[in-house]
């Protein structure tokens, strides 16, 4: 992480270089830190033309939540989701994030497409059951 940390803070750095080093931001609860990065790596992507932009946009969600901004988290897991439709993890942070809202049948809706493109996918399954329930009471 210094040494990443340090080579940014000299020269301009990769998409890869600046999603990583937030990455580990995020891991360490930094939030601020995390979401500047996340858009350093968005702007770097562009002018690259790198065209995977999906996992920035999913980690940038995934920092918004854990802040309990939801609808700013939502946003960027949609823009995840425009790149990359069956992005599972983005579609799993969506659900998340729209049951933190109380949009009950939306977040279903969204673990079902989840389990349409991975029916294995144990987080889908469990709170997919869980909603069920709940939107049909």
């Keep these: 992480m210094s040494r990443l940390r340090k080579k940014l803070s000299k020269e301009k750095g990769t998409a890869q270089e600046y999603y990583e080093?937030?990455?580990?931001y995020s891991?360490?609860?930094?939030?601020?830190q995390a979401i500047g990065l996340f858009q350093k790596a968005l702007k770097a992507a562009q002018e690259e033309g790198e065209e995977n932009t999906a996992p920035i946009y999913n980690g940038l969600g995934y920092t918004y939540f854990a802040q309990e901004?939801?609808?700013l988290a939502i946003r960027q897991y949609k823009e995840a989701?425009?790149?990359k439709p069956e992005?599972?993890?983005a579609l799993n942070n969506l659900a998340h994030a729209y049951e933190k809202k109380n949009l009950n049948a939306q977040a279903l809706e969204v673990y079902e497409q989840a389990l349409k493109i991975d029916a294995n996918n144990a987080t889908a399954k469990r709170r997919a059951q869980s909603l069920r329930r709940l939107v049909s009471a």
Excluded: N, P, R, W
Aim: net charge positive.
């Design 87 to 89: 992005y599972v993890t």
């Design 27 to 32: 891991e360490k609860k930094v939030f601020s």
């Design 21 to 24: 080093l937030a990455s580990i």
């Design 81 to 83: 989701l425009k790149l």
């Design 69 to 71: 901004q939801y609808d």
